[in-house]
């Protein structure tokens, strides 16, 4: 009985429920000294299971906003456990509660140290973050070496980690600030989408006043903008928006300038046109903006379509800040779309629209009735929205506006009705033409049973009759008589100011008002008393005769009230108005003073003045200046020297070589100088299927030669040259004739090039005479391997002649089978792996060419060569386009994708100058294909492009145009059309494996039936899918695949592992790893899709 009581009295106390005394069931909370003892048990076992469980439960209170802090001594002590999920977690609360508990947190910090070093990436991350988080001066040499080494990490999410770290190293220590900026510096120029934002903050917060660190990373950041994270695009956005103000000349500084010189020059004479003024306007436009500039401009602008509202909201306030007028609309629309979110969200976006809607109305009036007022709207939404419509009103939409204006004011919230009518006295005041409806409007809601109605109405009047109150005698009149019905203050104070300031217009009213206004002193508000003397004072001014002795009742009333502004107010009207013995100077002028016309008041908008602050700011939201606000600079008078953003390229990026074969390249597949595609084949190639076949082969190991050249250039010498010049003269013209074969024929050659470029004939060869022969090769290949590096292989461009698979000479440097086409050039600073095979027969099963003797080695495994429609021939007019992935780098430069496309003529007269438009898309690279001149009809003819799809599955669209016609055409390519494969050996790929883990680590069950867990099979379906090449496994079930990404060059690994079922089916994993995070699964799900077909 007693234990139930102490539960019930636990629960009531606000604790969680006691579910049992199980340790691990769920019971963590108790009122008396034995708190968390449950826990402390668990965390002090030996069995990590409890621990994890522990741990679990404890993070759980943390998330929950309960405290945990008495269980720190047991759970720093599981700090250094082996368990990778228990230590997270142990990193998880130590976040929490290490600033709390420094001392016990100082303990293990020997054991953080040691954690920087773990193989796993989120261990690293962790330690770093609860380093930083314990704020020790003593230990700052610890934090700062930790954060240097830790911005060299190999993992991008480290060296976002340190970036989080560097702005709490800098708040425990203000002295570090030269150093952390060195870190800051290094950051900048990482390249990673992952740590762009992170170090743009910590630059925000430490260092924002070196716009010199920004200069050399303006263009990198403008172009990694789209693919950082949303908090990232946030920071990035913000930052830029104030570099752009101190380096850019205002686009729109000279806008009123140029209205005024151009109505000048309509209606002026010409001869009054000074010539100086002609120059000045003649310099003022020819304003040109900067690139720079327009490159920031054009890479936000397609984050308006974010999901996020930060975003959304950071881009149209750098389009408000810096983007020329004429180009502002295209902000409007993305605004509008966020006031379909939640309230809180919709408060801030109004703010913003009603602070542009002032300078910029023109952007949000077609989309007026977007901020019509619902009856669920909140007050302060309402009033938003009120504000912008008002700001919004036009001669042609005031009919609309006033309409709306009248349903508000029938509503039930009085502070909106006091708004609505507010908004029309504005309406009334902005627009002359609508002035005297609104004062009809206006004073037939005098009438209203509403007094509050009643008394706002009258306040919006008295400023609307300022502005000529001759013409509204009768309205004054008819408020006159409105005094005695009408409670509120304000109201009653604006009749009575209103009567003394135009009394002449009611001389015989006025008298009986100050009656009655006299007769009610004592009771009314003290601004309705102060209004009483007013008027007292003007009317014995104007006629004394009738109210000399009600101005005297009045001030001998004011005399002795409670209120001390209403005591000093009578004393002063007494002494200026009323004459006495000792009359004082100023009483000459008492008519002056009272009776002085005043102007009509001017209503203005509460946003009025909030342009200062920057746009989607706390200060600009509050409309006063906050702690660590960054004031928007002012656009400089001469824009600074844009070439400090000029990047120099290093020279051992340069290509080795490149001098030298210039004149080879001349005569390369993409010749400006020839007409065709193929500089030299149409003469040389007699156009049979035989001669097609050998000569692929032998124009494929030309361009090996090519490539193996540009990539060793340093280490071969002259002789070496001349020998592959010779080598590539003899084989030149060996190319495909795509431009004169016909349809049938280019399908056939496509077929035979596929075939050779999965196998070729030697290797078919070797094949069948087993392992001898393979290590025949082998030992040639290797004596090729010592004299030079050899770089990352592409499996998919292993074509190689009959003559290099005979003999292999020094002499002659004959092409060996080693000898593959390169990947591409791989830029300095991306990291790749050097994965160089030391004997052929490990390249043979690298490349999955004697891996399986159940292959079908005549037909190809995969099929690259399947055709897309491009352009339809109805809707380009007779000209109709078919393409297909080629899979190969072919010709093109590093970073394009090799596309084949078959143009064909379906009409009756010839097209002319088929050819690629230029790229109306900025950034858009594209390497086109040479002009045909003439297609006769019903002919097609084959040819080579490339684009640069930026690893990305976005559709690519550009125009396919002829001498008369331009046709908009799309290609949106599969992601695993967009890698290209690399030899690696199984260590290798191990190595690489473990280096791409966690965050960068994809994978999914599958299970695969029964009849089609077959090595043929799985690799078919997978390199359908996916152009990856295979890596050879010394593990029974289980495959791997390594790739590239044709553009950014980021490492791609696949892998399947399967365990033998039943007769329903097979069970395994599949797993992709990528160093770029967001490919990972992607290319999961369709290499999936292809294994749930089997």
Known sequence: MTSSMALNDDKGSGGEPDSGQDPASGGIFSSDFKRHEDLKEMLDGNKDSLKLEAMKRIVAMVARGKNASELFPAVVKNVASKNIELKKLVYVYLVRYAEEQQDLALLSISTFQRALKDPNQLIRASALRVLSSIRVPIIVPIMMLSIKEAASDMSPYVRKTAAHAIPKLFSLDTD??????????????????????????????????????????????????????????????????????????????????LDRDGEKSFYGSDEETNTKEVCQTSCRKAYVMDPDHRLLLRNTKPLLQSCNTAVVMA??????????????????????????????????????????????????????KSFYIRSTDPTLIKTLKLEILTNLGSETSMSTILREFQTYVRSQDKTFVAATIHAIGRCA?????????????????????????????????????????????????????????IAVPMARASILWLIGEYSEHVPKLAPDVLRKAARSFISEEDIVKLQILNLAAKLYLTNSRQTKLLMLYVLNLSKYDQNYDIRDRARFVRQLVVPGEHSNTLSKYAKKIFLAHKPAPIPESQFKDRDQYQLGSLSHLLNMKVPGYQELPDWPEQAPDPSVRNVEVPEWIKPAGKEKKKDRKDKSFYSETDGSEVTESADSSPGSESELESSTGSKESTEISDSDDEEEGEDDDDDEEEDSDEYEEQEEGSEPDWEGATKSQIKKKLASRNKSNLTTKVVEESASDEEDATEGSSSESSESESDSDVPIRSVESQKVSKKSSKVCTPAKQE??????????????????????????????????????????????????????????????????????????????????????????????????????????????????????????????VGVLMGIDFRDSTQPVTFQLCTQARQFNVSIQPSLGELILPVTMTERDAYTEQGKLSGMNESS???????????????????????????????????????????????????????????????????????????????????????????
């Open 1004 to 1094: 999914v069950e599958v299970t695969l039936k029964a009849d089609s867990v077959a090595l043929p099979s799985l690799q078919y379906r997978l390199c359908s899918v996916a152009n990856l090449g295979t890596v050879p496994s010394s593990e029974d079930c289980t495959l791997r695949f390594a790739g590239k990404t044709a553009s950014a060059g980021c490492l791609v690994l696949a892998c399947l592992k399967w365990k033998s079922g039943n007769a329903d089916g097979s069970k395994g994993v599949l797993t992709v790893n990528s160093e770029k995070m967001t490919l990972s699964p992607i290319l999961l799900r369709e290499l999936q899709q292809s294994l749930s077909l089997c």
């Open 429 to 485: 005041t902005n627009i002359s033409q609508i002035t005297d409806t609104c004062l009809t409007g206006l004073v037939g809601l005098l009438s209203n049973r509403d007094e509050w109605v009643v008394a706002e109405s009258v306040v919006v009047i008295r400023k609307l009759l300022q502005l000529e109150p001759s013409k509204h005698t009768d309205i004054i009149r008819h408020m006159a008589k409105l005094l005695d019905g």
């Open 176 to 257: 570090q600030k030269e150093q952390l900026i060195e870190v800051i510096e290094k950051l900048l120029s990482d390249k990673t989408t992952l740590v762009a934002g992170s170090v743009v903050m910590a630059f925000e917060q430490v260092c924002p006043e070196r716009i010199d660190l920004i200069h050399k990373n303006y263009r990198k950041l403008c172009n990694l903008l789209v693919d950082v994270e949303e908090w990232g695009q946030v920071a990035i956005i913000n930052m830029l928006t104030r570099y752009a103000r101190t380096q850019f000349l205002n686009p729109n500084e000279n806008e009123a300038f």
């Open 815 to 940: 092409i060996s089978l080693l000898d593959l086409d390169d990947f591409g050039s791989v830029s300095a600073t991306t990291p790749s792996p050097s994965l160089v095979p030391t004997t052929l027969s490990m390249d043979l099963q690298g490349l999955n060419l004697s891996v399986s003797p159940t292959l079908d080695m005549s037909s190809p495994l995969v099929d690259p060569k399947r055709s897309y429609p491009l352009l339809h021939r109805l809707a380009g007019e007779g000209l109709s386009a078919d393409f297909c992935f080629a899979r190969t780098q072919c010709d093109l430069p590093a970073g394009f994708t090799a596309l084949h496309l078959t143009l064909s003529n379906g009409t009756d007269s010839e097209v002319v100058n088929v050819h690629v438009g230029e790229p109306t898309k900025a950034g858009l690279r594209i390497h086109p294909f040479p002009m045909q001149e003439k297609l006769a009809p019903g002919a097609s």
């Open 315 to 368: 881009v149209a306030q750098l389009y408000f800040h810096l983007a020329p007028r004429a180009e502002l609309g295209i902000i409007a629309k993305p605004l509008v779309r966020l006031l379909r979110s939640h309230r809180e969200v919709q408060y801030v976006v109004l703010h913003n629209i009603a602070t542009m809607s002032i300078k910029r109305r023109g952007m949000f009036e077609p989309y007026l």
